[in-house]
């Protein structure tokens, strides 16, 4: 089967090159790059060296000779090559933002600034956490290419952190916030220069941007909408921080989740034990979700270059409300690793096949 | 005149000697070590070539010789030192937990494992954050030696940052509670090696830990109920995170305040530009509260070496939650720049002496 | 197979667990720890967890049940255990220096301070330098077990460097001396956390340490003296310049080595080039050694959790000095990779096996 | 006494801002910026919050007010303003390259590829390194105006590391060379960012660039000749090789000098010992050179932030080759700190004024 991933010389894209090359289901890649077109990848990325050795072609050299095409465009620009993909019946796997609000045109109109090109795309994309959609994905694409709306970074960490308090009953329905307050490495960037992420701007200093006004926003809530709805329960809104940590990758989310009366027992360390097997329990069938044992916190540390999301849990001492604190490397789980993960799913593969790596310490 | 330092051979030690070797006002400095007595400190820190030459006492000399004793000892040891010095009629600035609490042994115990070994010291003992006692700690030392608790690093963030709010009556007095999530860089765990804080363990890595049982929580616990106490406003309960980020010098407290119903309006930018007023205006005379412009976000590399604390401002966008989020360098303004301070107000000093650094971007 | 791992719980140790937890030829894994037997390696290592775990067993179990055994512990402990697996009729792979000077029991005492405990052991050991006596170990492994004593970090980049220059004959026979200037990552200095390695003492700055002094400098020696004989050159001294950067993996050689005359046509950009293919073509069939494409400099992080050996080359402008960096990860090629290529080799299995990761930029 | 600063806003600018604000004998400061100009400093730099604030004017117009000049343009488009500054009678310091050549104009062209366009301006222009110069200067400015061109970050290190082997006839006058093995911070490649300096692509990786074509190549050389020609003694070529650290500031060279038949007494300590008191008595009056007592190694991280240059000492085994290890700040010594440095000198203060940083470890 060939790979194809267009913007495969930005940081997400070089990503899946890695993941893609050692991949036993992936026989050829083809790779794209409007500005690189012309260029080998091993040349703009010489630590391919001896491994991965492609040209960079043009978008639709990659389109007509894939069996699923991956994107790793910016935001806005990928429309119409989901479209020549489904059109030549092959999925599309679409890492940007584009496909992750399906039918609610609005709040991608308010958020990114522009309307949809081709709305009807929208209707049948599916938001590729696969934790939460796997079986739709499976379904939709037993009969049909599909369009994935792979998750952003934060969305996803936020996410798998919410998920499980969601759906056992365990968030307060009154009056209350889940708050996100997310910690991330500089690779969520992107590879292009700028000063935020210029080594002296942001080494050995930690920040906090985009109070309020970060583009993870109204994606965090979809999704916090869309558990709630599953499950029959009332939504909640979220206020997510996102902060820049001198690293470079990796993400982590300390969430706070107002606990249902009753259920933190008053802070009772039996309680919070429960809740602990309560999430374990959820994810128990999950290939990438690690519910740490007591006493593990979470660390972006021990997730590098894997696929994982880990998960630490905590109750505050009154037992009012849980801090789940969740880790993953945002290149791989909070990019191409679950686009990895999409593929194998659409494509009937192991669903680890790719992402076997065992996370190294450092 | 002398300054006395014991413990000198610490981290927060060897700041305050870094600091108080160019303080005007000092003529000489007494240090000592109970474990390196008989060395000089420029063998232990050899940075300190050409600039600081001294021996390194007993604990007993430093009190004999010196004119006001600073102790950087370990939480637990330095009671009879401050018995020591207040007998000689010299003030004491413990950077310890040590008297931090004040009459409250109860708590102390319970956090830190052991009972006030002079319960008679921790009734007169003043809570060094200036921005909140500067009056009484001149007073007081107007007419006696003063015993001073020397803030926590997280909790002089966390209080500066929640002060305010406090005083000006926008904290909602409901069924709230205010989320402190923090991250401190890693000179905040001390000069002797341990595990958690070997380079390869934590460097490119951002981690949580002591979820819900930092010392610290009761430290802040009780700023908070002390501030509502002094502007006659209901306490509010908090939850504390810690995290460690892979760099040297550092805090930033991300702190989420529920705002009193109405005071948002829904959200509106004017209503959140107000109360970035109230805050520059509640701190328009303290020397080292940097309340930032619109825009300017708060980072610890801004305050490097500084005994400044930053502070940016924002509203989420239904107007519900207050996050202010500050900075200090961990170092000086959460240890040896605000034990410098205390000495500035005790002696009558500029309360800028010493501490006039220009903080340097990188 | 099964591999059996003594201080698996070491750095190098644990390392050997994440590639060899991988290897196609590897049905099982036994590990060994002296000082956490009976833990989890997956609760010593929570990064581990879910695609690793094993109990940790005393070392005489790891002999008794494995068909290789790989020491991962200090110099000077382990030769009773390579001992024990001849014995027993495995083939032993050590990590430390142990086993790295043969029948020099001189050099080694000197340098480590202690006497063979059992000199006969060594008159058969293999230094494991594929790219060296790839051949040696062939033949010897092919009628009996082996004992083979794993290159240390330093010396592996430094010799890759200068094999070529010796074997083309290069160096300058005259009363010359080459010189490696290299520096290291902090993992190099182990799992035990020590001041040095402690991160406020060594991030964010680069220093030099034990010049003139590291036992990487008899090894290194000893390597050149070995290619040289081998190619019927004459001997070259060198001055060895370890210095510690402020990262966790990787070591870089820059490595300056006197020309002979004539060789460097006076600096012309074409004899460079020339030298350039000499080494390129010398290391043509080797599966682990990079040359890198002119322009391309040789930088640690390309190589980060992979077995290569990047090399750039350049001359000086007088064309009297080549100068060759070296880069590879200390971890890897510079230990427990190193290792398992030494095992691929010993089994006849494809010497890229569990060695294929692609490295990532980052 | 007003000090100007054209190019205020790039990161050497920045510096001596930061210097020169705290400085006693400058009563106000005049900013220039070509590209910034009518923004205030802090506003660029929020870190000089409260404690320093000036417009960003035009040139001409920092020239018309200043006392004296400091010049932190990019190479190549200072001389207008350095002849401007004369003509108004101001001396002139210039922290690029144009003036460290002096009359070698060809030396000049062929590096930066450009001629003169003032060739009488570097008739009498004096190159500013204080170590060698300090005379020079002095006497130059009793009687008119000057211009310095302030020395490179790399140079500095080196040639103070060379100076008291070369005054003191240590180094070998046969067919020898002097090797300059550098490591520098990231701070060194300047405020605009570029690829090479994206945290990403730097953090966490050691590399070697510019072998064999750095601009500070032919610095260095001149210096040694210079020095050589002041002492007596014969010129050595030198190979210099940079490295780039994952680290904000600071610069390490290591430089190998062969010694003169003889001194090195077959790599004897007394005679390493004694080569290092002639260090220390060389420099013995040098308010910013350290020689470092026997087994403290040279560490960028000792002189963060200070004047200092740090040198520790070494010799092979064989007594053949002294290693000098030299530190400095690459910002301070290397760049800002060497300026005020001139300055004092130039207006005869006390050379340590607004120098007198005591350097923090961390």
């Known amino acids: 089967?060939?790979?194809g991933i267009i913007g495969a010389a930005g940081y997400a894209g070089s990503e899946?090159?890695?993941l893609l090359s050692r991949h036993s289901g992936v026989t050829s890649l083809l790779l794209g790059s409007v500005s690189l077109e012309g260029e080998q990848i091993e040349d703009v990325y010489p630590n391919f060296l001896n491994r991965?050795?492609?040209?960079?072609?043009k978008p639709d050299d990659i389109i007509a000779g894939s069996d699923i095409v991956f994107s790793a465009l910016p935001h806005g620009v990928g429309e119409a090559y989901a479209k020549a993909s489904l059109d030549k019946g092959v999925s599309f796997i679409d890492l940007s933002a584009d496909f992750r609000f399906d039918a609610d045109e609005e709040t991608f109109r308010t958020w990114y600034g522009k309307p949809y090109t081709f709305p009807d795309l929208h209707t049948n994309s599916i938001y590729g956490l696969p934790e939460l959609n796997r079986q739709r994905i499976k379904t939709a694409a037993a009969s049909a290419p599909v369009i994935i709306g792979n998750p952003g970074c934060y969305p996803t960490a936020a996410s798998l952190g919410i998920l499980p308090a969601l759906a056992e009953g365990l968030v307060s329905g009154g009056n209350s916030t889940i708050i996100v307050d997310a910690a991330s490495g500089i690779t969520g960037g992107g590879r292009e220069p700028q000063r935020s992420f210029h080594f002296p701007e942001c080494s050995d200093s930690f920040s906090v941007y985009k109070v309020g006004s970060h583009r993870?926003?109204?994606?965090i809530n979809r999704n916090i909408t869309t558990m709630a709805d599953r499950f029959g329960k009332p939504s909640v809104p979220v206020i997510f921080t996102p902060h820049l940590a001198p690293m470079n990758r990796g993400i982590l989310c300390t969430i706070y989740i107002p606990l249902e009366k009753g259920i933190g027992a008053n802070g009772s360390t039996s309680?919070?034990?429960?809740?602990?097997?309560?999430?374990?329990?959820?994810?128990k069938d999950e290939p990438f979700v690690r519910v740490l044992p007591q006493g593990v916190m979470a660390a972006t540390g021990r997730v590098r270059q894997s696929n994982f999301c880990d998960i630490s849990i905590n109750m505050d001492h009154r037992g009012e409300m849980l801090s789940v604190?969740?880790?993953?490397?945002?290149?791989?789980?909070?990019?191409?690793?679950q686009a990895v993960q999409n593929m194998n799913i659409?494509?009937?593969?192991?669903?680890?096949?790719?992402?076997?790596?065992?996370?190294?310490?450092?």
């Open 1 to 3: 089967m060939v790979a």
């Open 346 to 362: 659409i494509m009937n593969f192991d669903e680890r096949s790719g992402l076997d790596a065992v996370p190294a310490l450092f």
């Open 325 to 337: 604190v969740t880790a993953i490397d945002n290149m791989v789980k909070g990019a191409a690793g």
């Open 216 to 219: 993870h926003t109204p994606e």
């Open 52 to 57: 991965v050795s492609f040209p960079l072609k």
């Open 16 to 18: 899946l090159v890695r």
């Open 271 to 283: 309680a919070m034990l429960e809740i602990r097997e309560l999430y374990a329990a959820f994810y």
